[in-house]
């Protein structure tokens, strides 16, 4: 197996191949058992990642909650945020938005309508998780690439 059949295999479990894919990978697994046993064995470990079912509250929890919560609000709790801390907010949040529009690269022309057409490629969650798990995996020299 290659590192474009697990690419294809992870995809397949997280439901991100298209209808055209699925029907090529399912005609795949018929003709090669052991893509469909590294298939199985990867499902059998991703259903075994779920969470189990959570437990049923105890009789009377969500009212006795309830009752316990009404008659605080946010200000109540915390009280009213100082004029200082809601300027020190804003100035933050200005300040960062300024720097990060000094650190970005500047744009190719047309490079922010084709990230906005979606036009530069199928990259997924899958696909970026693999090239940084790439980059991080030892090299022949023991070094990460």
Do not use: C, I
Request: glycine share 10%; aromatic share 4%.
């Amino acid at each position: 197996m290659n590192r474009r059949d697990e690419k294809l295999l992870t995809r397949h479990l997280l439901g991100e191949t298209t209808p055209e894919e699925a029907r090529d990978l399912a005609a795949r697994l018929a003709r090669e058992p052991e893509l469909e046993r590294e298939l199985e064995r990867r499902r059998t470990a991703w259903q075994g990642l779920a969470l189990p079912p959570a437990g049923a509250a105890p009789p009377g929890f969500a009212a006795a909650l309830a009752a316990r919560l009404a008659p605080r609000s946010a200000e109540s709790w915390l009280g009213p945020a100082p004029a200082w801390a809601r300027l020190a907010a804003a100035a933050a949040l200005v300040g960062g938005v300024l720097l990060g529009v000094q650190l970005a690269p500047p744009a190719e022309p047309g490079e922010t309508e084709s990230l906005l057409a979606g036009e530069l490629g199928g990259d997924s969650l899958t696909d970026a998780y693999l090239e940084a798990l790439a980059a991080t995996t030892p090299g022949e020299g023991g070094e990460a690439r």
